[in-house]
Structures are given as C-alpha cells and as structure tokens.
C-alpha cells in the first residue's frame, strides 16, 4: 500500500530500471503492467496528450520534467476531416511515461477521461513519485538509456527501438487524402503529426499523406512537406532518393524535424547524434543574418552538420543556446526545412508563418 | 526614442525613478526592479541619478546609483532634477504606478523636450494606450484582441446608465490606479452610485465593466527588444477567480488548469499585444479565461515592472527588471547572456520543474472598523512566495510563511467561521481555511467549488491534505509509521503541524524522522528543467526528491535570516539590513547564505549572496540547511523580528547564533525580565507590573492611575499593544494580548502623557558602544515608534537628556553584553528619562541613521557580531549641518472603513526620509513625499479637548498670518473666535445642519482636515471618525497629531515649496 496521497491510495509500487543499473522507485498508474523502451525527457510544462500522441516518440519512455501532469484530464476523441482533432495521432505513441506527481484528480470543462485512465486504454504503463530531475540529470549526462517500468509481478526485457526503422512502423501503409484544393500538397508520413495537416488544409491545400517510402515519381503534385519522425534518419535512404528526385523536379519542399534531416541527407549534407538533444517547447532559435528570433517546440536527438552543407545550400536558422543548425534553405528559395516544429501542438506558435511561406511557394 | 535606427543608446546621464515610500499596492518589489535597473545601468559605465524619498531601499544605496536624491517623486520635483542633473534619458517603469504616473505628466508638460531627454523603454504613447481605458479597448480592437465589455464614464449618472446597458453585476475600475484602487463589483444601481462617486473623486475617469463572475484569472510577463522579438517569461495562475484582484490572490505559477491550447492560444495574443502597443521591455497582462471555453478577455496591461513581474522573476530565476533596462539601451534579448547558465542568452523562455505559490498577506486585524472582504482592490502588506514540487507542498509552506500563526492548510486553531457558506461567497483573508474547515465538515468539492469559483482543480489538492491529516490522526507521534511521515513531508506538513495532529512535540517528531532518514533535499532552480547543466545557487528544500543538488560542506559559510514576508512593522528596512550584512561577509572573505523567501525583495536576488535558500525561515529548515553546510553559525539580529524570534530555539537545537547571545535577546525580549534587570540596575521606566490576575491588573491601574498600557511580550509592531483607560478597557485588551502571545508574559505600565519619546540606535562589540544615533519623534510617546516622525540630530531634546540616554545605553549594552545591532526607546519629561523598550537586532531606523549619518551601521554591526575588531567611530552626530526627517506613509485609502488614527499598535506601511538645512526643510519634503499637497489654502479644524484647543492657538495663529481660510466645527470654532480668529462654523457629519464639514471635503474645499481625536482608543462610529475617513476617501490630507500639526503650522509659516533645495544625498554629506 502506498501512501503518496489520499487518492493513490490503490496505486502500486513499481520502478523504473536503467541501462546503466540504477533504480527509480515510484508508483505505477495507467496500465498496472511492464514496459521497455528507450528513455527520453521533455521540458514542456504543458501538453502531454498532445506529446504522448506525437509518433516521434514511438518506442520511447517520456519523462516530463515539469512535475505536476494530468491536471486537465484527457479531451475526447473527436475526428474532424478524417483526423483527429485533440491528438496528434490517433493513439499513445510511448512506451511508458514518469512523472513526478500525478495528479489523480482532473479539472477541465473539455475533459472526458483521465490520464490514468487513458493510458489504461491504450496499454500503458505510467511510473509516479520520481525524482524526475535527477533522472533528467542522468539522462542529460550519459546520452539516452534504455529502460524499463516494472512491477513486482511484471518484469520485462530490454528494448530498443533504434534497432528497428522506426519510421516505417509510425508512417502509414497506404496514401490517405485530406481536404480539397486546387494545389496538392504531398506528405512523407515519417511518423506526422496532425496538426501539420490541419495546416496545409488551413491554407486551402489538398493533403496527399503517403508512407515513408512511396513512390512519388508517377505522382502530379504542387508542393513536398516532409514530416517529422522518430530515430536516425540515415535509415530512412528510400525517402531521400525520393526527396531527391522531387527536387530535381523544382517542386517546393518543406521539411519539419525529421523531415529536415531528410531534406539535408537528400542535399548532400550530414546528420549526427547531439550530444544534449533539443527536448522541450522553449528551444530559441535565430534567422541566420537577421535579429529575428523564435521561441520553438523540438524534440530531436540528431542534427544537420553546417559545415557538411554543398554549395547553394545555407543555414537558415541556428539554435541560440548550442548554435547547431535548425534550418537549411536552398538559394533558389524553393527547398527549406526546419529542426523545430512550427505546428507546436504542444508549445509555442511563433513559426507558424512558416507555413504561410511555404503556401506561398506552393502557389507560387 | 527612436527604435527604427537598430542601436545600442549609450546615454551618459540617465534619471531613474522610484516608487517612493512602500504603500499598499505598491512595495517592495519596486526596490528590486529599481536596484537590477541601475545595476544594468552601471554595467554600461551609463551615470545614473535615482530620485526616491524610500531611504531603507538597497537602490538608495551609496554602491549602487551614481546620485541620489530623497525628494518626492512627482512631476514639480523631478523636472527641478532634470533641469540641475541635465540627464541625457530617463527610466520611468522601474518605480510602479508612481513614477509612471510622474513620467505621464511630466511628458505632458513637456519637460523632456524642453530638456531634451529620451524616454528609455517604451514610449510614452504606448504606456498612455495601456493607461486609458478606453483608448485601450480601442487598440486592442484593433487586432481583434478581446477585451472585457466597457465603457467609460465622467460622470454618476453616466455610469449609472452604462452599467444598466451592460447588465449587472458590473466592475467600476479607475483609470491610472495602483493595485485596483478605488474599484469594485455592483451588483446594484446604489451601489454603482455610491462606488462611482468615491471613484471620480480621485479620477476624472472611471469604466465600467461586464463582471466576468467565475472566470478564471490568468497572467503573462512578456518582455519585448526594439528588433522586435517577444518571449513570456511566465504564466500565472490565481487560485481566486475573477473578481479578487491579483495582487489579493493566491497565484500559482506556471498555471496549473490549462490545456496547452489554452496557454498558447494566451501567449500568442500578448505577443500581439505587446507587439501592437510597441511598448520595449517589460510588460504584464491580465486574462481572464472563461472556465468553460476558450473565450478569453484581456483585463489589463501594465506597462511596466510591476508586482507580478517582481513574481514572475523570483519564480523562475529570470532576471527580468536588468534585462529589462537592458532592452530600453536598445539591445536585442539575444545579444544578452543568459545570467543563470552564462553560456545561453536572454533570449529563451524558463522551464520550471517546480511549482511556485504565492499568497499575499493581511494586516486588517491591525485596523479598527475596517472590512475584511478581499474583491477587486487591493488590501494586502505584503506576499510570500513558496517552492515545492508538489502543489501541497508549496502551499502549505508558503501558508506558514505567512506568520499569521497558520501550520499549514490543517492542524490550525485561532480561525473560527460563522457561517462557511457566507464566507466560501464572499471570501475574507481566511478564506483557505474556511476551504479545509467546510471539507472537515463534509462538503464536497462541487459544493465548494459552486460557493466560490475556485477551480477544482486546486480544491482537490486542498482535499488531499485533509485526507493526509486523517491519516495521520489515527497514528500517536512515536508510532508513526515511516511511509506515512515521509508522505507527509512531502505533502509540505511541518514536524510541528504533524506533532499537533499526532499529540508529539515538533522535536520528538524530528528525532523520529531522522532517525528514518526521513530529510529534505537541496533543490536547483535553473531556468531550464535540467536540460543543459546549469551552475546556480538559487536553491530551495524539499522532500520530493532523491539526492542534493549541492555538494557541502562549504568552508566559512554563514547564514543569514532573512526578514521574511513583507508586513506592517516589517518591511524593506530590513531588507537592507540584510543586504548590506551579505555584503560586509562577503568583504571578509565569508561565503554567504541567504534563507529568505518574500518575492519583493533585494535579498532574494540569487546575485546579491554565495547562496539563496528560497524556503521558510524556520527551526526545521535552518536546522536541516546548518546541519549540511555545516556554516559557521547564524546571523539573526538583521532581519527583524522572525530571525529575532528564532535565537532561542536555535540555541536550544545546539546551533551557533552569532552575535550577541541568545539568552541575552531572550532577557531583553521578555517584558518581564527585562523589566526586572532594569530595576535592578536602577534605571528609570514607567512604573510596571507583570499580569497574574486581572484584579491585581486592575489594582495596579488604579494604583498608578490610568491610563495604562498593555504590552505582550515578543511582538512587533505593538501588536495587541494598547493604552487603557478605564477598568473596562484594560480587561479587554488584557484578553487580546495573551491570546495573541500566549507563551510569553504580558506586562502592564504606567503610560506617561505629554512625555517626548527618543531612539538609540546603536552597535556594541562585547558590551562597548562602538556607534551610535539618537533620534526624537516629533509625536510625544503614545504614537508607535514605526508611525512617528523622526528627527535626526534631534533638535528640541536637552543635552541632559542626551545625556542620560547615552549613559544608560552604555549600561545596558554592558549588562547584556551586546555584540552587534541594537536599539532602546526612551521617553522623556522634564529631564526624567526612562526606557520604555530595548531590542538586540536592528531596527527599522538602522537605514535612516546609516544614510543620515553617512555610517553603515550594519557593515560595523556586522563586523563586530563575527568578532572582528571594530575600532570606535566617534559620534558624528552633533557636527551635522543638516538634519534628516523620516514621516510614515499611511494606506488608509486602501483600507476602507479603517480609522486613519494613531496609537501605540503601529498602521504605517512605509516611510520616506528626507534631508534639508534645517527641521522645516527636510520636514515639508517628507510629508509632500508622503502625499501631502500644497498650497494649502483652506483647513478644517476640529482640535479636541479645551487643552488640546489652548495649545494649537499658536499654530492656527501662524496659519491665520499666511492668510489661510479656517473651517471648524462648533467647539473648535467657538474657541478660535473667542481668540480672535475667524473661523467659519461647518455641521458635525452625524448633525442635520448645513453646511456641512462632509459636503465640504467632498467638494473639494478644504486643502488640509486636522481632527485630533479626543481618546484614540473609542471604538464607536463617532463624527470625528466620519471627518477623518472622508478625508481619506477624498485624498485630502490629514493630520491627526497635535504636535505634528504644530510643527506643520510652523513650518509653513517659515517656509514654502520654492524654497526647498534640490541637493542630492552626496552634497549634503560632503559638506
């Protein structure tokens, strides 16, 4: 029995093992069971239905930093234009999640449900009652670990997810078309979040989703948006080929997160792993050659080498607090692509004028 | 300013403006945007010029601005400044309300083009689209920005009929008002009129407001550069809908109940905002969130530093007043480091992995009639500020920082509710505890959350705690089982709220849990939520977590106690205190440790010391900081009395408390033994006697003859503190002051009339006086020594007198072997003097006689309390050519209902110093930095009793000779006239006739009310009351002192407002 707080009273004990053997006792909601995956943290302070349903997590054990989660409950499930409308995808994309203090109770006029309850219905564990700073502090110095949440009943062996293409298990199997335009827009689903589709539909474009690997070449379309997605990019070489060749076809391209990585690897350019990743909602970024800056939403762990950039390729936007690449841009205007996510959802919407450049570049 | 041109200003001589004295509404937060704005000033090697009468604020300090000047900030004054200073910029949003409304009327004056002087920060424009109402409507209109549904009105009759076309209930707010003065909620046509017509007495402008009952209030700091570039600092939560003003709120930061829509949806409309108005630096806005949807509406934007922001930096570790005045040089927030991480810029948006609760604090018991209800504008002294990772935790720390003799949300006693219901609707300052109780007598959540609005979000969490408390109830103190204890803890339950529960003592409680290793971590504030490794120490306790964060123990480290929450009788002066011992430390090579946790403060500016605990100033938490840095030992005597209070306790729990030693404090302290050691020392005082039984108190009284005055022991501020004057009243004071100090004795004196009262300020190193300052109150004794005017050389006081009190302060100090700060009150009669009061710590005048003098008693206090030897300064004090006046600075405007007297129980909230070549000089700066108006053409009298009346002639006859029209009421009239002075005769208030002394104030023909109450102590609502409270809801000055108004009359008399010298600090101390 525990007695974390009144209404906790039911939850049980478990913990959270790491790669490198050490423990973290807390409290198990959602989902009484076990789970592997590889551990990673945010900093948001708001926003976990929206980031437990973002496919770049796939495979990952999310650890928030702000301490207090669940407070506002769960919104419910609602489509609307085939899409859901309150995730961004339509199920929990983690492995597990930890927090520090689950709130048990939940206020909100547009809940429906509970975390706890969530996580229950789509099979996830949740660990609370850590010390989810120093776990970040750990994770912040050894790089990201494996890890698993066990229970004393439950255990569970270790997973890794960076051995399997991640981007082929979050994108989907088959093109799917959202909205009507006179322009097409195609999108590489490496793991999309909704609202990047929310927004090209916004702007009166026509949605063309279609899986990592599609064969875009026999395809009529105005404008390439590449999404975002978990793990290594350089798994991903039948995107790039395709990126490729729409480039040699002089149709715009914007890329997002992944979709970035793509675009520089499609480029010529060189990706590596980062070592502090970008995993929070208040990343700020600098216009290279401007005063203009961003307060950006990013959750990455690999980045584009400057350096590795060809000619007629320039950086576009830097990050201000490591100075790594957030943006390229070829020098005809018509290919660009960005670290962060300008749809936010969860975080800020300062660049969400970006999609309004991209419009119009697409109707250019 | 001209922003278009992209670069750096570098002005040579920039004028910066404080909020002068600290009033309700406006406090010590503008001490700490003020000092980071000149230290950001300072760094560009810019020479700044501060104008503040505040002489207890670190920013009038002789380390930080270039020049300072201690006159009023008001529009007459600064532009004399600015004509001798030549300043080439001026900041105007680091000093409140009061040097915005200062910079306003100054620019529409123009005086900053006739003396060619920019505005820094954010144009003058963009502040008056913020100020007026409706101009702001308009603006934000603009992009379509919502605002709450408004008019503006000129008039009664004008808002009577907007308020029925928007539909009652409606909010009156005032244009230009600090702290929401003069607004409130009607909910009827009366009531509109009746609130309208007070307002338009202030303002020519009122508006008149849908009421958003219910909604949720919700606030952003937003800071802005010329490039344009905007982030949010943080968001806030209130606890307390709608309706109860921010700075009357519990605030929660960052919010708790919202989605990430919601909060977005929030931050991208203040960046349009802020962005649309074009202000530069630093600005607030208020929401209110319908709890429902997402229908928003802005409530207001303050265009300046302010509380909130004073908050919002604590909160987060956010520089935000220095990059502030960084951003008004021109410089973009990405061209600025990043203070805490160094390697980062300014430009980023903090993380928090904590959650932050500030409640504000009350002193309305300390006020006779006033009403206790909190709503829309503001009543509250001060706030605290608590860190924890749960919300419990935070909230219940920050309940006991309070020091209103709270435990936390449970295990209180002392709060009593008549009717829950009444109390959940319309919320007094107790309202958190009629939450817990209403949840002890089993009503729900939903019934608590229809009564009041709060969020039940936040109720549950109160919930919890309840819950813990039930737990807890079934275990006795030594068989507590470990898991729940550590819940405990974690939940914030103190070891002595959780002794209470379980009938243990705090320390059997605190024996058990460590002897389960049950102990509070040192937490990180870092800005970041650990992302990046940051090095900070900016740190706070907690028992949620699972390993330190710094590594200890930490060679020569000492700590400091801080002066804790801001509060009538405490405030900034022992900030400085503080402060300027950290500095002293530090110049001797000691690591210093700071344990503070009010918001508004300088103290807690993670810079200004090695180390910062934000956390509670208690045994618990000093034992547990002690006891891991393994410091040096304790500093106590700096900030007031809370730290005071503690000596004892420490010294029991085998801590080393520095200085003078705590058995000693603890003789001085308590009336009764400090009495005793005085007689046995054969030292005068007011003939004395310990309470046992209210009979032989009664005998006493009569023995020596009324009236007597009640004093409890270990108090500050007098509370409890009053004078007798019959068998009835000593009885009923009687009651209060051992209900209010319970474990300490209570003492009754003789309470000497007509006596002149003098202070001793000094610092002694093993039992020698090493420096001192005399100073008189200008009020004879009976007036609180926080709220009497206080004159430094004293000027009226005979040298025998001098004489004596130096001689008895070198006894004193002797016999208690002082090392460090102290300080005696004395009163005097015809050469007869005696000690009425004597504390080892530093006084609240501990600036004032530094700054008078031009002495820092606490670097010579500090010195000799860590056994440095401190060479004796020679007094100084009869060689000034100049004199110093400090005068108090009352908040009864805020205070409704309150009766703006004085007594022995202290009601100032602040205090302003000034300098002058003589008495007249400093005195008339002082009180025209106070409020009062001049000229003053027309006076009411009513001068109470015939003694009274005889010996006020002289003064009136001073007036009558400047040519000044007198107003009196019948008695006082029929006396001036039978003098031969004309007076014309005004009706008492409670009497039919015309004219009226009522309609007179309030039409705004009398310049100056002196009411000099026959007995300070009556209770009833006499006409007396109802003069002086309309004076104050009609800002008219007021004087309630005969000798304060002698010494008024007088200096009129001899001086007016041209002849006042602009000199600032540094000239009248070289000379």
Known sequence: MSFNNGNEASFQSGHLTLEDGSVFEGYVFGKNGASAGEVVFNTGMVGYPDTLTDPSYLGQILVMTYPLVGNYGIPPHKQMSNLERNFESSRIQVKGLIVSDYSTDYSHWHAEKSLDRWLKDYGVPGLTGVDTRALTKKLRASGTMLGKIEIKRESVDWYNPNLENLVATASIDAPETYGEGKKTVVLIDCGAKNNIIHHLMKRGFKVVRVPWDYDLSKMQFDGLMISNGPGDPKMCRPTVAQIQETIARDIPVFGICMGHQLLALAAGADTYKLKYGHRSQNQPVLEVGTNHCLVTSQNHGFAVDDRSLPKDWSPWFINLNDQTNEGIRHKSGRFMSVQFHPEAMPGPVDAEYLFDEFARMVNG | ?1071
């Open chain 2, 1 to 1071: 300013m001209d922003i278009k041109n992209n670069e750096i200003i570098k002005p040579e001589k920039v004028v910066v403006l404080g909020s002068a004295a600290l009033k309700i509404g406006e406090a010590g937060e503008f001490d700490y945007s003020g000092s980071q704005a000149i230290k950001a000033l300072k760094e560009e090697g810019i020479h700044t010029v501060l104008i503040n009468p505040n002489i207890a604020t670190i920013q009038t300090s002789e380390h930080l601005a270039d020049k300072v000047y201690f006159l009023p900030v008001t529009a007459e004054f600064v532009e004399k400044v600015i004509a001798k200073e030549k300043p080439d910029g001026i900041l105007l949003s680091f000093g409140g309300q009061t040097a915005l409304n200062c910079g306003l009327e100054l620019s529409r004056k123009g005086v900053f083009e006739k003396y060619n002087v920019q505005v820094l920060g954010s144009p003058i424009q963009a502040v008056i689209d913020t100020e007026d109402r409706e101009i702001f409507a308009q603006r934000l209109d603009e992009i379509g920005a919502s605002s709450a549904r408004s008019q503006a009105a000129e008039s009664v009759d004008e808002a009577i009929k907007i308020a029925e076309s928007l539909g009652f209930p409606v909010i009156i707010r005032i244009a230009y008002a600090l702290g929401g003065l003069g607004s409130g909620v009607c909910r009827s046509r009366e009531e509109v009129e009746t609130l309208a017509r007070k307002a338009l007495s202030y303002t020519p402008q009122i508006l008149v407001e849908e009421y958003l009952e219910g909604w949720k209030e919700i606030e952003y700091e937003v800071m802005r550069d010329q490039y344009n570039n905007c982030i949010t600092i943080c968001n806030m939560e209130n606890f307390d809908p709608m309706g109860i003003h921010t700075g009357e709120s519990i605030v929660v930061a960052p919010s708790q109940t919202l989605s990430n829509r919601e909060y977005h949806l929030l931050r991208e409309v203040a960046i349009k905002v802020i962005r649309h108005l074009g202000i530069v630096g630093e600005c607030n806005i208020q929401y209110a969130l319908d709890p429902k949807s997402e229908q928003y509406r802005i409530i207001e934007v303050n265009a300046r530093l302010s509380r909130s922001s004073a908050l919002a930096s604590k909160a987060t570790g956010y520089p935000l007043a220095f990059i502030a005045a960084k951003l008004a040089l021109g410089y973009g927030l990405h061209n600025l480091p990043n203070a805490i991480t160094r390697v980062t810029t300014a430009f980023f948006e903090p993380s928090l992995d904590y959650v932050v609760v500030k409640i504000p604090r009350w002193d309305l018991k300390k006020f006779r009639m006033v009403s206790r209800e909190i709503g829309s504008s503001m009543k509250s002294v001060g706030e605290v500020m608590a860190i924890g990772r749960k919300f419990e935790e935070a909230l219940q720390k920050a309940l006991r920082m309070l020091e209103t003799g709270a435990q936390g949300l449970v295990a209180n006693s002392g709060f009593e509710f008549e009717d829950l219901e009444k109390e959940l609707i319309n919320p007094t300052e107790e309202r958190v505890f009629a939450i817990v109780e209403a949840m002890e007598s089993g009503m729900d959540v939903d019934n608590i959350h229809r009564l009041s609005h709060i969020d039940k979000w936040f109720l549950y969490k109160i919930a919890n705690v309840v819950e813990i408390e039930k737990q807890l109830k079934k275990s006795t103190g030594d068989k507590l089982p470990p898991a729940l204890l550590k819940t405990a803890k974690q939940m914030g339950f103190s070891d002595k709220q959780i002794a209470i529960i379980t009938g243990s003592t705090q320390r059997s409680v605190r024996e058990w849990r460590h002897r389960h290793n049950i102990r509070p971590f040192i937490r990180q504030i870092d800005t970041l939520g650990a992302e990046y490794p940051a090095q900070t120490n900016y740190l706070y306790l907690s028992y949620n977590g699972i390993a330190d964060e710094i590594e200890y123990p930490i060679d020569r480290s000492v700590m400091i106690l801080g002066s804790g929450c801001y509060r009538i009788g405490s405030s900034v002066e022992f900030d400085w205190c503080c402060v300027n011992a950290g500095y002293a430390l530090r110049k001797m090579g000691y690591h210093t440790v700071m344990l503070n946790y009010n918001p508004e403060t300088v103290s807690t500016d993670y810079d200004e010391f090695d180390k910062l605990f934000f956390d509670e100033i208690r045994l618990e938490t000093v034992l547990e900081i002690y006891h891991k840095l393994k410091t040096i030992g304790v500093v106590v005597s700096m900030g007031g009395q809370i730290p005071n209070n503690l000596a004892m306790e420490l010294d029991e729990a085998g801590l080393h408390v520095l200085g003078t030693s705590p058995d000693k404090i603890d003789s001085a302290e308590n009336r009764d033994s400090f009495s005793q050691m005085l007689d046995d020392m054969n030292i005068k005082q007011p003939q004395w006697k310990r309470l046992h039984t209210l009979d032989a108190a009664k005998d006493f009284a009569n023995d020596v003859g009324y009236p007597v005055l009640v004093r409890p022991s270990y108090v500050l501020s007098g509370a409890a503190m009053a004078v007798a004057a019959n068998d009835e009243q000593l009885s009923q004071y009687l009651q209060r002051a051992v209900k209010i100090s319970p474990d300490h004795p209570t003492v009754i004196s003789k309470f000497l009339e007509n006596a002149k009262e003098i202070e001793m300020d000094a610092v002694a190193q093993n039992g020698e006086i090493v420096a001192y300052a005399i100073s008189e109150h200008v009020e004879n004794a009976g007036v609180h020594s926080g709220d009497a005017t206080l004159v430094i050389p004293p000027q009226r006081t005979y040298l025998e007198t001098i004489r004596q009190v130096r001689e008895i302060s070198t006894k004193i100090a002797e016999a208690l072997h002082i090392n460090g700060p102290f300080n005696i009150q004395f009163i005097a009669k015809e050469n007869e003097v005696m000690v009425i009061e004597c504390n080892l710590r530093a006084s609240r005048s501990f600036p004032f006689v530094s700054k008078i003098m031009g002495q820092n008693f606490i670097d010579i206090a500090t010195r000799a309390i860590m056994g440095h030897r401190v060479e004796k300064n020679e007094a100084r004090l009869f060689e000034l050519d100049y004199v110093g006046v400090k005068a108090p600075q009352f908040s009864f405007t805020r205070l409704q209902g309150a009766d703006p007297t004085l007594g022995v129980e202290m009601a100032s909230t602040g205090e302003v110093a000034c300098l002058g070549n003589d008495f007249e000089e400093a005195f008339l700066k002082a009180l025209l930095s106070v409020g009062f108006k001049m000229p003053v053409k027309s006076v009411l009298l009513s001068t109470g009793s015939i003694e009274s009346k005889a010996e006020m002639l002289e003064a009136t006859r001073l007036l009558m000779k400047q040519g000044i029209k007198f107003y009196a009421t019948e008695g006082t009239a029929k006396f001036m006239q039978s003098n031969g002075i004309p007076a014309e005769k005004l009706y008492w208030p409670l009497e039919e006739g015309q004219p009226n002394t009522i309609d007179y104030i309030k039409a705004g023909k009398i310049d100056l009310v002196v009411n000099i109450p026959k007995n300070s102590q009556k209770e009833e609502l006499t006409n007396g009351y109802l003069i002086r409270r309309t004076a104050v809801d009609f800002d008219v000055p007021l004087i309630t002192n005969r000798q304060v108004a002698m010494r008024f009359a007088q200096t009129l008399s001899r001086i007016g407002v041209e002849d006042l010298q602009i000199k600032s600090w540094s000239e009248y101390l070289e000379k």
